[in-house]
Every structure is written in C-alpha cells, then in structure tokens.
C-alpha cells in the first residue's frame, strides 16, 4: 500500500534560514505525491504536487519539492525561512482512490 | 466561490448521543472525502465516496456512518458518540485523487 513517512515531527529554524521538511514515500507504482500546509485552527491547503511532468515542483509562497526515485524521497525545501512559514506541515500519497497522509510536521520559525 | 462548507464548527456531545456533520461543496467534485484529525496521528481517512450514492470505508470507519445522497453534500453520521471520537473532522472533495483535494475548515467535536 502506498504511504508517506514524515522525518521529524517537530523542526525549528531561524527567520532567513533553509528549511527543509522530509517525507519518504513507499509505493508500488509511480506515486502522486503532494505537501500540504495547515496553519492553526484551519483546514490545510495544497502547497504543491508531483505528477510525473518534472522532478522538481514549485509550489506557492516560495516552496519546492523535488522528487527522488532512488531514494524514495519528496523532500520540502525553501532557502529563506519567514515568521509566516511557521505552520504544520503534511505530505501526502494518492492512493487507491483516496490520499495517505504523514503524520506532519511542526514547523517553528524563531526571529 | 465558497469551496468546502462544513457545519458545525464546533459540538460538544454527550456520550452516547448522535450528530450529523454536513459537508457541502460547490466546485461540482465527484470525489468527497471525511477525514480526522488527532495530535501526532496525522489525518486518518474515515469514509469517502467517489460519486453521487456511493460510499466507501477508509482506515477508521468504525462508529461512522455516511451519505452521499446529493453529489454537493456528503454527511458524516455519529449514532452513539464515544470520547474517543473527540476529534478534529475534516471534509474535502476532489475530481479525483490525482489531483490533489480542498479542504473545508474543520468542524472540532468534543465528547465528554
């Protein structure tokens, strides 16, 4: 069965500083793979998606992923961190009709 | 354009009592999905539905009910509420998982 593990439950950097949030997808086919971004006490919203088209996505407010076959990966990068990024932050597998999401992780964005 | 309408958003019920949460959606989606929310747990999927009088279980169905009666709405049913469904419950919908969901703003119930 697909399914995503999330690395770190908890990440802290400081404002200007790279973030970088990691997800390891585990799939049988050629995955669908997303990030989404949740701020408090709100649904979540899709930051971006990889659908085969390119390795490396764009996403909103800044952020990338890029999708590694040989090392299962769909990592979550952005070079400079700002106070608004602080948020949790889930990555996502399409699966058999519906997504499987990790468990997420908690960004903190110190001045 | 409204997205996602989800109703309440916020119950406080008694154990044993029922509820019904209503999902409303606007963007003509076939797919619609109920999901929870706990701490450190992620999202589990409870039931979703791939079209108008269709439904599927998903990961943690049991105490769930549901239906998609009208292709806009999808319910999400509670007949006897237990504290262990105090949760954050989130609908989404799509036109297919491929492509990513919208997400209403969560409805937080709280069974004591």
């Known amino acids: 069965a697909q399914s995503v593990t999330q690395l770190g439950s908890h990440v802290s950097v400081s404002e200007g500083a790279l973030v970088l949030l990691r997800c390891n997808y585990s799939s049988s086919v050629p995955p669908y793979l997303f990030w989404y971004v949740q701020y408090p006490n709100q649904g979540l919203q899709l930051l971006l998606k990889y659908t085969s088209a390119a390795t490396l996505v764009k996403g909103i407010n800044g952020f990338e992923a890029e999708f590694k076959k040989s090392e299962t990966s769909f990592h979550l990068t952005k070079p400079s961190a700002h106070m608004s990024d602080a948020a949790e932050y889930f990555c996502?597998?399409?699966?058999?009709?519906?997504?499987?999401f990790g468990k997420g992780t908690s960004l903190l964005v110190t001045p | 354009n409204a997205g996602v309408t989800q109703t309440p958003k916020f119950r406080v019920l008694k154990t044993g009592q029922s509820m019904t949460l209503l999902c409303a959606q606007d963007?003509?989606?076939?797919?619609m999905y109920w999901y929870r929310q706990d701490p450190g747990m992620g999202l589990r999927l409870i039931h979703y539905?791939?079209?108008?009088?269709?439904?599927a279980k998903g990961e943690v169905p049991d105490g769930y009910n549901v239906s998609r009666l009208k292709k806009q709405n999808f319910l999400l049913g509670l007949e006897s509420a237990a504290p262990s469904q105090t949760s954050v419950y989130f609908c989404?919908?799509?036109?297919?998982?491929?492509?990513?969901?919208?997400f209403g703003s969560g409805t937080r119930l709280t069974v004591v």
């Open positions: 539905s791939v079209g108008e009088g269709t439904t």
């Open positions: 963007m003509n989606h076939e797919y």
């Open positions: 989404a919908s799509s036109s297919g998982s491929n492509y990513g969901y919208t």
């Open positions: 996502a597998v399409s699966a058999s009709g519906a997504l499987n």
